[in-house]
Nanobody, 124 residues
Framework: QVQLVESGGGLVQAGGSLRLSCIASGHAFRAYAMGWFRQAPEKEREFVAG????????YYADSVKGRFTISRDNAKNTVYLQMNSLKPEDTAVYYC?????????????????WGQGTQVTVSS
């Protein structure tokens, strides 16, 4: 069983940056592919970024490519999401997710462990 706790959200002006962190408890963190998802009010939860267990593969939604960077530190059981050049449309609750296995998936139902979410608000 893996428990995930996100942090780092907040209020930022458009063009600003934030770094989200997600700490995983339990063993064998490196056995999990990790993902970041987000959900805006009245919208479905959507994939943002994903990273394989070894960091050899990363994936991004088209809307964040070139602005967001996902990374992980297996020694610290932590995955990060560096968000630069933030836009008002990035406003959402951001969730960290884990799936057992080496392959990153882009759909919510492929992940069976979720954090509680952290709010990111970008003002114009």
């Amino acid at each position: 069983q893996v428990q995930l706790v996100e942090s780092g959200g907040g209020l930022v002006q458009a063009g600003g940056s934030l770094r989200l962190s997600c700490i995983a408890s339990g063993h064998a963190f490196r056995a999990y592919a990790m993902g970041w998802f987000r959900q805006a009010p009245e919208k479905e939860r959507e994939f943002v970024a994903g990273i394989s267990w070894s960091s050899s593969s990363t994936y991004y939604a088209d809307s964040v490519k070139g602005r967001f960077t996902i990374s992980r530190d297996n020694a610290k059981n932590t995955v990060y999401l560096q968000m630069n050049s933030l836009k008002p449309e990035d406003t959402a609750v951001y969730y960290c997710a884990a799936r057992l296995g080496t392959i990153v998936k882009l759909t919510t139902w492929e992940y069976n462990h979720w954090g509680q979410g952290t709010q990111v608000t970008v003002s114009s």
